[in-house]
């Protein structure tokens, strides 16, 4: 059989290079991610609370997550304050840039599967020695060495990416992406939650003083009268002592009070990027404590997924940690970039765009690993353990989700039953306590009773506000858990940043 001609082999090599062009794009090295299916989630939420008394309080409901659920108390200015959080945040503000850095590093990764254009325009001037290469030529006595070039090369190269290595380390990227953006949900979330908190700690603080205060107006109303009956004679110095004992004690209770509410005002401003005391305008001003809502949305297992953003971030890690799995597979085999050059070269500049001084290159180049020395099974040994360790992770993420709502769906019934009991006790004291008073009034019993009565009617008050303030906390965490809350705050900053952004590229085409 005669050889081919050359231009058979042009054809033959054009037609191979057509058939790799083709086979780029369909070769995908690695397994396919799909997010793994937990078969034993529960069918719903377990309850450890007593079904008929937790049903006619409607404690949670199957409903829908409320995504606005602090809106349920219907408080102006929580609602103010923490549309402020959603634009002022910095750590929810931090997080957002992270997920713009993950997009730009998912376009330097992108870039390498697209082609790339450049050109360079260039001049030499070029001096050859003596006694250099050209004594083998042996030039003539007294000839030029000097000599000039002009350049003018436009270059193309491209990397077919024919067993998909780019491909996955694409799709790991993206995955990246969706991780930075769940763990943005994270944050706004445990933001959101944290402030919510601080607020109804806030106001529970502030219920205690009013508490305090009234109480300190009633235990020296109660000198008062122990005095005016010491001078009839009806008292004696013990009855006094105990009286003044009970005010200093009642005066003693107000500065811790005032001193967290202090804290807690400085750290809510902080929380909205301001300085120490700038929230007490808004929040010295005394509000009703605020009570838990009537029924708590929890709706079904299957779809906490959706909604919790560690999860979502265990499932990113997972199909990134799967992406380079296949592209540590792709590694193995043959990397061919297709490249060209095209331009003019001339030794002057009168014929430097001449047809005769054009010129071009075009061509395959394959890059065939045989020998690494155990890198690329390293490397492959390493993804794989990293995508096991992501799926543990994963695995390990979802049954700590599953047990944060069942465990606060429970405390959240237990503390709502408790509350009920200690509602009627301190209805119980406070008869105590009117009875006791008037006793002492007609002298039937010493002021001791009155005393006893006194402080068990302020702490059984006190613990009834702890205990508002407790279920109101422990509904907070019941949305924590499952995962609401997080879209309308991160919306709010991602408006805001999108404005920032617009206003600096605005302020850059006016300079």
């Not at 395959?364 to 390493?382: A, D, K, M, Q, Y």
């Not at 924590?480 to 408006?495: D, S």
Request: glycine share 8%.
């Amino acid at each position: 059989m005669k050889g081919l001609s050359v231009c058979g082999r042009g054809k033959v090599a054009r037609w191979a290079m057509l058939g790799l062009v083709s086979l780029g794009g369909c070769v995908r090295m690695g397994p396919d991610y799909h997010t793994p299916k937990e078969n034993d989630r529960p069918a719903a939420w377990q309850k450890a609370a007593d079904v008929r008394e937790r049903r006619s309080r409607g404690f949670t409901s199957p409903a829908t997550v409320d995504v606005s659920w602090w809106q349920q108390w219907h408080d102006p200015v929580l609602n103010r304050l923490v549309e402020r959080l959603s634009r002022e945040n910095l750590d929810i503000r931090q997080a957002a840039t992270r997920v713009l850095q993950a997009r730009g590093q998912l376009k330097v990764v992108a870039a390498e599967g697209v082609p790339s254009l450049n050109w360079a325009g260039s001049y030499t001037w070029t001096q050859q020695s003596r006694k250099g290469f050209l004594t083998l030529a042996q030039p003539a006595p007294g000839s030029n060495l000097q000599y000039e070039q002009y350049a003018n090369i436009g270059s193309a190269s491209w990397d077919m990416d024919v067993f998909g290595r780019i491909r996955r380390l694409v799709e790991a990227g993206k995955a990246r992406v969706d991780e930075q953006q769940a763990y943005a949900r994270g944050i706004a979330l445990a933001r959101l939650a944290d402030f919510v908190e601080a607020y109804l700690r806030l106001r529970a603080v502030q219920a205690q003083i009013g508490l305090t205060e009234r109480h300190q107006a009633l235990v020296r109303h109660d000198l008062a009268l122990v005095l005016a009956r010491q001078k009839e004679g009806a008292a004696n110095d013990l009855e006094v002592a105990q009286a003044r004992g009970q005010v200093e004690q009642t005066d003693s209770a107000l500065p811790p009070l005032r001193d967290m509410q202090a804290a807690l005002i400085n750290t809510m401003g902080v929380m909205l990027d301001l300085p120490p005391r700038a929230l007490e305008e808004d929040l010295l001003p005394v509000q009703p404590q605020l009570d838990v809502p009537v029924s708590v949305g929890v709706d079904v297992p299957s779809s906490l997924a959706q909604r919790r953003p560690d999860i979502m971030v265990a499932d990113a890690r997972l199909h990134a940690a799967t992406a380079e799995v296949g592209a540590a597979k792709a590694a193995f085999y043959p990397d061919i970039n297709l490249a060209g050059n095209l331009g003019t070269q001339s030794l002057s500049a009168g014929d430097f765009f001449m047809p005769a001084a054009k010129y071009f290159t075009l061509g395959p180049t394959v890059n065939v690993p045989i020998f690494e020395g155990g890198r690329l099974r390293g490397t492959l040994s390493l993804k794989k353990a990293e995508q096991q360790e992501a799926a543990l992770g994963y695995r390990q993420t979802v049954l700590n989700a599953w047990r944060d709502v069942d465990d606060a769906i429970t405390r959240l019934a237990q503390i709502q039953l408790r509350y009920q009991h200690v509602t009627e006790l301190v209805a119980q004291n406070r008869k105590a306590y009117r009875a006791a008073r008037l006793q002492y009034e007609d002298g039937a019993v010493p002021f001791l009773e009155v005393d006893r009565a006194e402080s068990m009617l302020l702490s059984s008050q006190v613990t009834l506000a702890d205990l508002r303030m407790e279920t109101t906390l422990a509904a907070v965490s019941l949305y924590r858990a499952l995962g609401g809350g997080w879209q309308p705050v991160l919306a709010a900053t991602e408006q805001r940043m999108t404005a920032e952004a617009g206003g600096r590229s605005g302020e850059r085409s006016v300079r």
